[in-house]
């Protein structure tokens, strides 16, 4: 089988980080998260976690030439090769042109892109109550509780609440999802490769929903 490289695409808040891991897992491919990698700089402090942390912050997307070096450098690492599930990216057209150009480079291209569909409503609630742990585990204090509040089932670490999950943040992040990645729908639906799926059922079920789509390829 020729490897598989999924884009989950989707509002902030929608459960791409949630159903990204859960795939990842079943289907045995690496997890890339372009938020998890800017959020691991910010910790670690390095230059480019500076640089992240002033649009993070402000709701705003970190430049294209900086969060594309950043991919091709964690697609340099061998464990990409088997595939992968994309979540965060890309997030602007020159976004998704870099990505074609560099799954060309590996003779292969992206696979499928499953849409979770989620209102903006239901968005503000869910960014309000999540909870993440230090490795990107995704919790929420209603829907997705840890077995012990504010800590992680897997490794037992303290969850946190995220800086942009500020309601004021939050509405800039739905903005800028409309205005600068809403056009990546049709650039997928057009290349054929667009699922959508309706965001709103259960974890689960969204969850059977992507695998349905996956399986179909
Ligand atoms: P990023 O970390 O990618 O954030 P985002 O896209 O705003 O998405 P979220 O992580 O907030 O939501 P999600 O869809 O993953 O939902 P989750 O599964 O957590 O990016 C952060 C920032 O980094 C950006 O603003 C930007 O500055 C920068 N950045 C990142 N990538 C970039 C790029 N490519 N270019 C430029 N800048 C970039 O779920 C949310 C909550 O809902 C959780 O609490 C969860 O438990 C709950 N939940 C999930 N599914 C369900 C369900 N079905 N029912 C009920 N609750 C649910
Ligand atoms: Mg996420």
Redesign the pocket.
């Known amino acids: 089988m020729s490897p598989m490289y999924i884009v989950?695409l989707?509002?902030?808040?929608?459960?791409?980080?949630?159903?990204?891991k859960k795939l990842a897992q079943e289907l045995g491919l690496v997890h890339v998260?372009?938020?998890?990698?800017?959020?691991e700089n910010l910790k670690n402090e390095t230059e480019l976690g500076q640089l992240?942390q002033q649009?993070?912050n402000?709701?705003?997307?970190?430049?294209?030439d900086?969060?594309v070096a950043m991919?091709k450098e964690r697609f340099a690492r061998p464990d990409c090769e088997k595939g992968a599930v994309l979540?965060?990216?890309?997030?602007?057209p020159a976004?998704a042109e870099a990505l074609d150009q560099l799954l060309e480079t590996f003779d292969s291209e992206v696979t499928v892109v499953p849409l979770?569909k989620?209102p903006d409503e239901?968005l503000v609630e869910?960014?309000s109550?999540?909870?993440?742990s230090p490795s990107g585990r995704?919790?929420?204090?209603?829907?997705?509780p840890p077995v012990v509040k504010w800590i992680d089932d897997i490794d037992g670490s303290e969850l946190y609440q995220?800086e942009?999950?500020k309601p004021g943040t939050v509405r800039r992040?739905i903005d800028?999802?409309n205005e600068q990645t809403a056009p990546l729908i049709d650039y997928y639906r057009e290349k054929g490769l667009l699922a959508e799926i309706d965001?709103?059922?259960?974890?689960e079920?969204?969850f059977a929903a992507i695998m349905a789509s996956v399986e179909e390829v």
């Not at 979540?87 to 602007?92: E, I, L, N, Q, V």
């Not at 109550?129 to 993440?132: E, F, I, L, V, Y």
């Open positions: 989950m989707g509002p902030p808040g929608a459960g791409k980080g949630t159903q990204a998260s372009t938020g998890d990698l800017f959020r992240a649009y993070m402000a709701g705003e997307l970190v430049p294209d900086v969060t991919v979540d965060g990216f890309p997030r602007t976004q979770i989620v239901i869910r960014l109550g999540r909870w993440m995704v919790y929420h204090e209603k829907y997705n995220r942009d999950d992040r800028v999802y965001g709103t059922q259960p974890i079920d969204v």
